[in-house]
């Protein structure tokens, strides 16, 4: 087949924004509000998004907690992200977190309370105050009210619509973005302004995950191919507590232990225990001050040294034992968790009579495109925000701090976005041409008659992720899975195939472009990871086991040369010498 | 954990773009006794049926995207148990795409079409929205309904008469009870059906997300008997001011 005979669809917009999350849809909220035409490519189902799969709480700066303040929010922010975070990112996101609160609010949705005018603030892993908003609806309740405000405002959203590349000009221009319609099997160039990527993370690079299955890192990916700058991409968030089983649900997040504790609601209560098969409590080995209430990086770590010190079950996890104390308030606040551990766990379980097993499971990506803080990548026309994005949490993320980031960044890469769209004109038709290129190199799979599917390459790639570039790593494992990848793109990918020739919604076709992108980004992920020879937030080495502050108080960007994944180290991002940087 | 229970399940097959009949195939899954219905899948998908579409992205109730019919009756895969002989197909009344996968634009253009987004008499004035902590928390308990559709596929009413379907109704429902919403959302429900329901509660029984739209409907109808009730819950404002 040569290229003159692939049919690509063309559609012209100002504003393509990759993503249905909260990050994605807040961008068109925003950029629709300044009057351009935006349409929204949801890979799956409109719904089928991380933000939907999250607790949904929010820490923000409400005003109603007299011992807390901006200042403190920052500061926990950066002992969260052991220093790393880019400082004028980090401020953004602790003075405009409750303006998205209160969008989202005007919305619809409905922050629990204490008394009409009285927001019921929690703690979170990490944060040293109650400050963390919540609604029984969690994530479904966020996404749903976004939803129906996104589509009241005239948005075009097109459903399984994979975005596939960035496309350019022959002058290097960015002319829109080449898409994959996997309903249709149709190929689809939107010419466009402007693109914002918020694809979110790429949890699924890992066996064991919190995420939705879409979620394959293909925004990160996508732009990395096109140019764009990744920084912090190293640190991978693992939530410390997760089901262990049965199969279906193994993975899937448990949040933290304060909730499981008094710790949930007095900053200085005790959390849920967790104990090893010895019936020892671990974590007064590693973190003994902050005990199960510390972050997030510390608490998985630990988790999983004791799985691979041998003092864990035999499914391969630990016991978290609550206090039965807590039980009422849980379930009152927690009801779609206490479903769950009901659903999997049983009855005990549920009223918090007895322990269950918890592990540690990929959940947030911390680092992703280098973006400033509206939302620019380092490549012109390309915009990123959420989990997509990097730098708001340096080395390891707070609980609760996912949902403020994605609304904060998400409509400031709208605004963005939207002012500049109609400044840029690459040329269109040898943006087609460039698109019709790139197309036809992705339909090799459907024409092939031998080779393997993709499913047997997923499987390997999740493996050697979580054994080599996990929650423990090394220099001769990070080594080991650089020459692995290398085989992965040289030899494996170009042969792989779908039994079926349909067009329409084959799985398979979709997962051969998801696997290079997942090669692509945990290529970078595991140059960075070598690259920084300390120990640093959720970025274990085991042969640089202590903080290096002297040599690695410093961000990490990388960048695709001639190639090659090439890891740059670069000085801390610090706050603006002068005025405040919220619009 | 011995898990001896092999699945045979029979998976219905369409591809309304190909002009070939729609068909079953039969497969056998082992060690079936903890899996749910979306592990039988995909485990069919991956050793023994790579064409077969399907969808899911959560695994956990939460994105409402895997909705299918087993043995007849709609249920989510993620969170249905498998059992040892299973039909599954998809959901009905909705249009195909391919396989177990249906088309929802008419779904989500009903969403459109009511308007969901708070109808406020004034802007948010940038502090919290006074709303008393209970009626808060029963309007959130509606807000978590996930758009799943396997109320609409159950409800008897959708079938035979002009109604949307309970799910479109909860939503009404929610925004009735939002202080800030001033839409007619009474109007709304009775213009897309709502007096057109049975009251059999198969919506309630069947709603993964543990919701009612059964109660949502009756809501709307006490206040078509009753009076309107805006802004209160039933026993606050029983005498229908």
């Known amino acids: ?37 935006v349409t929204v490519l949801a890979k799956g189902p409109v719904r089928a998004t991380h933000t939907r799969m999250s607790g949904g709480r929010f820490n923000a700066m409400s005003g109603q907690n007299p011992t807390d303040n901006h200042d403190i929010f920052f500061e926990d922010t950066l002992r969260g992200g052991s220093q790393l975070n880019n400082r004028r990112l980090a401020r953004i996101l602790v ?41 029984f609806d969690e994530g479904i309740g966020i996404t749903e009210v976004m939803l129906h405000v996104m589509r009241g405002m005239g948005t075009h959203v097109a459903e399984n619509h994979m975005l596939v590349d960035i496309v350019f000009d022959d002058a290097g221009a960015v002319t829109g973005a080449l898409a994959l319609d996997v309903r249709a099997g149709r190929w689809k160039f939107f010419q466009a ?29 996508l732009a990395y191919r096109a140019g764009a700058e990744l920084v912090d991409i190293e640190f991978m968030q693992f939530i410390p507590i997760s089901f262990v089983f049965p199969p279906s649900i193994r993975g899937y997040t448990l949040t933290e232990p304060p909730f499981y504790g008094t710790r949930h609601l007095d900053i200085n209560g005790e959390p849920g225990h967790l104990l090893n098969t010895n019936g020892e409590r671990f974590i007064l080995r590693h973190d003994p001050v902050r005990r199960e209430g510390g972050t997030r990086d510390v608490l998985a770590r630990a988790i999983m040294l004791e799985i691979l010190e041998g003092r864990g079950t035999p499914e391969g996890g630990v016991w978290l034992k609550p206090d039965p104390a807590v039980a009422p308030h849980f379930q009152r606040e927690r009801p779609l968790y206490t479903k769950r551990i009901l659903e999997n766990y049983g009855e005990r379980a549920a009223r918090f009579e007895e322990a269950f097993q918890v592990m540690p499971s990929a959940l947030y990506t911390t680092g992703g495109i280098r973006i400033d803080p509206w939302g620019h990548t380092t490549v012109p026309g390309l915009y990123a925000a959420g989990e997509a994005a990097g730098g708001v949490h340096g080395a390891n993320r707070l609980g609760a701090s996912s949902m403020p980031d994605i609304q904060v960044f998400g409509r400031r890469a709208g605004l963005t976005a939207a002012a500049e769209c109609r400044e840029r004109h690459g040329d269109a038709g040898q943006g087609l041409r460039w698109a019709r290129s790139r197309a036809e190199a992705l339909e090799g799979p459907l024409t092939r008659d031998s080779g393997g599917g993709p499913a047997e390459l997923k499987r390997r790639l999740q493996n050697l992720t979580t054994t080599e570039v996990g929650l423990v790593r090394s220099a001769a494992g990070l080594q080991g899975a650089r020459e692995t990848l290398e085989r992965y793109r040289a030899e494996e990918l170009p042969k792989l195939r779908t039994h079926g020739s349909t067009r329409v919604l084959n799985r398979e076709w979709m997962e051969t472009i998801e696997l290079e992108n997942m090669i692509d980004v945990l290529g ?4 960075a990871a070598l690259a920084r020879t300390e120990t640093r937030g959720a970025h274990y080495r085991q042969d640089f086991p202590d903080r290096d502050d002297d040599e690695w108080l410093a961000n990490l960007y990388v960048r695709r040369v001639a190639g090659a994944d090439k890891a740059e180290k670069r000085p801390l991002v610090q706050l603006a010498a002068s005025a405040s940087e919220v619009v | 954990m011995a898990d001896t229970m092999t699945a045979h399940v029979r998976i219905f097959r369409s591809d309304p773009s190909s002009g070939e009949p729609d068909r079953y195939d039969e497969f056998e899954v082992t060690g079936a006794a903890t899996m749910r219905v979306l592990d039988v899948l995909r485990s069919v998908y991956e050793h023994d049926c790579h064409d077969l579409a399907f969808q899911y992205a959560c695994r956990i109730g939460r994105c409402g995207t895997c909705g299918v019919q087993v043995n007849g009756k709609p249920v989510l895969a993620c ?57 808060g928390r029963a309007i959130s308990i509606l807000g978590s309904c996930i758009g799943c559709m396997i109320c609409v596929s159950a409800c008897p009413a959708v079938q035979d008469r002009p109604f949307d379907g309970p799910a479109f109704m909860l939503q009404l429902r929610r925004l009735a009870d939002l202080p800030a919403d001033q839409g007619p959302r009474l109007e709304q429900a009775i213009e897309h059906g709502m007096l057109e329901c049975f009251g059999c509660d198969a919506c309630t029984q069947l709603c993964p997300a543990d919701l009612s739209p059964a109660d949502a409907i009756r809501g709307f109808r006490s206040e078509v008997l009753l009076g309107r009730r805006r802004g209160g819950r039933r026993k606050e404002n029983s005498n229908g001011n």
């Open chain 1, 1 to 37: 087949m040569t290229a003159a005979h692939i049919e690509i669809d063309q559609v012209t917009t100002d504003v393509l924004i990759a993503g249905t999350g909260g990050a994605g849809m807040r961008a068109a909220i925003e950029a629709r509000r300044a009057g351009v035409d």
């Open chain 1, 95 to 135: 003075e405009e977190a409750m303006d998205r609160a209160y969008d989202l609010e005007s919305w619809g949705l409905v922050w629990e309370r204490k008394e009409s005018d009285r927001y019921l603030l929690a703690g979170s892993g990490g944060g040293t105050q109650l400050r963390m908003l919540g609604s």
């Open chain 1, 193 to 221: 302004g402007a693109v914002i990527v918020a694809t979110g993370g790429t949890s699924q690079l890992y066996e064991t995950n919190s995420g939705p299955a879409l979620n394959t890192g293909d925004g990160i990916a």
């Open chain 1, 524 to 527: 970078a992920m595991t140059a």
């Open chain 2, 79 to 135: 969170q249905e148990r498998a059992i040892a002989e299973m039909t599954v197909e998809p959901l009905s009344p909705f249009p195909v795409v391919r396989d177990l996968v249906i088309d929802r634009t008419e779904v989500e253009e009903h969403y459109v079409e009511l308007d969901l987004a708070p109808q406020r008499s004034a802007p948010h004035a940038g502090v919290i929205d006074p709303v008393e902590p209970e009626r």
